[in-house]
């Protein structure tokens, strides 16, 4: 495709300045808080209990990987593994709005490739024969 001419472009609108920016985080269920109540709430650090199941899911996989690194790769695998299982275990339960960063797609979803890839991991690591000189 060619490019319109600089004359034939739409300008830029800007909005005017009378309307405030709104942030996306103010945004509840689609309703914006009245702006005259002074009511700033410092923000908490992860802001849901998804968030703090994340973080949890992700130091316990940065765990397991140091196991491995340290040569027990069996157990670090399992450990990993596990924590996956948990992570969906809590998507599962936790209402979208509270997943954080757990949910990421549709839960079904979420839950499903969750659940696979720490199961499979799980059984690789069990069913894998040791090698010889290994």
Known sequence: MTEPADDQ????IAPPESV???SAEELVD????????DL??????????GGAFYL????TCIVGVGVVVTG????????????LLLGSLVRLLL???DAGMLAVRFK???VLMLVGLGAALIFLAGSIPDQPGV
């Open 72 to 83: 027990e790769w069996r157990t670090g695998i399992r450990v990993f593994g596990g924590v």
């Open 40 to 49: 700033e709430e410092e923000r908490r650090y992860p802001s849901t209990i």
């Open 56 to 59: 949890l899911v992700l130091a």
């Open 9 to 12: 472009r739409e300008p830029y």
């Open 20 to 22: 405030p920016p709104v």
């Open 95 to 97: 209402p979208n709005r």
């Open 30 to 37: 689609g309703v914006q808080p009245d702006p005259d109540l």
């Open 108 to 110: 079904a979803l979420d």
